[in-house]
Each structure stands twice: as C-alpha cells, then as structure tokens.
C-alpha cells in the first residue's frame, strides 16, 4: 500500500542551522506530496506542497523538490529560527485513492 | 473564516460513558477524516468520508463510530470508551475534483480526550 517514510526524530538544532527533513514515499500512481507542521499545542497546518515532478513547494523560507526518480521530497531550510520548533510531517496524496497518508512526524527543536 | 471546529477541546471521561466529539466546516468540503494522535505513532486515521452518507475505515477505527448526515459535519463517536482511547484527536476536512489537483486538508485545532 501507499506509504510515507520520514527520518527519525527528535532533531536539536541551534538557530541559523541547516535543517534537512528526509521524506520518501511509495505510492500507485502519480501522488500530490506535502509537508504539514504542527507548532506546540496547535493543529497540523500546511507547509508547503507539489503536484508533480520536479516541483518545488517553498513557503516561511522552507523549500522540497518533488524526485520522482528518488521518491523523495526532503524538506530544507538554510536558517531556522526558534519559532520553527515544530513537529513536521510529510504526507502524501494518492489522486486514484482519494485519501491522504501521513509519515509519523518529525519533531525538531531550535535552541537559541 | 474558513474553519474546522472540533467541541468539546478537552474532555476527561470514565470508561463505558459514551461520548461524540463533533466536528464541522464550513468550507462546504466534500471529504472530511478523523485522526489520533498519540506519542511516538504519529497521526493515525481512524475513519474518512469521502462524502454525504460515505465513509470507510482508515487504519484504527476499531471502538470508534461515524456518520456523514450532513456535508458541513462529520461526528466522531465513542460508543463505549476504553482507557486505551485516550489521546489527541483531529479532524480535518478537504475539497476534490476526483481526478487531480493538490486538495489541502484543512485541521481543527484538536481535541484532547481523557479515558479514565
């Protein structure tokens, strides 16, 4: 069945850092991908998302390339900030299926 | 503004005490989920609505009831609730075309339920 795999958490990074999210996925068909973040105590909004391969979704200063060649839309930013202390998830959407699936969740924290 | 509400926000409750957590857009969206929530699993679907009087299991619905009467409403019932029910839960709820496009879902702000 469809899947979506992210790296393990919890990520510590300290502010201005690099930050790379890894996401691969297994889907039929030509999935839509997104990344959705949860700030403490709040619902999942969406980041970030892209239709079709090769595209690239940006949004807060966060960026991912949809590869359809890696199966993969990793999640980048060149300088987080301690408001960026989150849980990220990356998820997909199967447009045969019609339902959305969720990788479990990536928790990062940014420490000033 | 286009929402998703979710009541009650916080709940504790005893086992076997039935109890729904309602949920409603306003966005006029056809497809509408539940999710939990719970440490170290990620978010989890429980049940999904595809439309008016359409729903389907998703991955845990086990304990757990739904209907979709209405389009704008998509309550999540706990007939008799176990202490294993405890956890965050969320409602989203999406628009689509049926064929293509990158619908959003659009997240209530979650209900936390307590089973003792």
């Known amino acids: 069945g469809d899947s979506v795999t992210q790296m393990e958490g919890p990520v510590t990074l300290s502010e201005e850092a690099f930050l790379t999210i890894n996401c691969t996925y297994t889907a039929t068909g030509y999935p839509s991908l997104f990344w959705y973040v949860q700030y403490p105590g709040e619902g999942l909004q969406l980041l970030l998302k892209a239709t079709k391969a090769d595209d690239k979704g940006s949004n807060k200063g966060f960026e991912a390339t949809y590869r359809k060649e890696t199966t993969s839309f990793h999640l980048e930013k060149g300088s987080v900030q301690v408001s960026d202390s989150a849980v990220y998830f990356c998820?997909?959407?199967?447009?045969?299926?019609?339902?959305?699936?969720f990788g479990p969740g990536t928790r990062l924290s940014v420490l000033p | 503004e286009a929402q998703v509400t979710q009541n009650p926000r916080y709940l504790i409750t005893v086992t076997g005490k039935k109890l729904t957590v309602t949920c409603s857009q306003n966005m006029n969206h056809e497809y509408m989920s539940w999710y939990r929530q719970d440490p170290g699993l990620g978010l989890r679907q429980i049940y999904y609505?595809?439309?008016?009087?359409?729903?389907d299991k998703g991955d845990v619905p086990e304990g757990y009831k739904v209907s979709r009467k209405e389009k704008r409403n998509f309550p999540l019932i706990l007939e008799s609730p176990s202490p294993n029910q405890t956890s965050l839960y969320f409602c989203?709820?999406?628009?689509?075309?049926?064929?293509?496009?990158?619908?959003?879902?659009?997240f209530g702000a979650g209900s936390r339920l307590t089973v003792l």
């Open positions: 998820a997909l959407r199967v447009t045969r299926g019609q339902n959305f699936v």
């Open positions: 989203a709820s999406s628009s689509w075309t049926g064929s293509s496009g990158a619908n959003v879902l659009t």
């Open positions: 609505s595809m439309n008016v009087e359409v729903t």
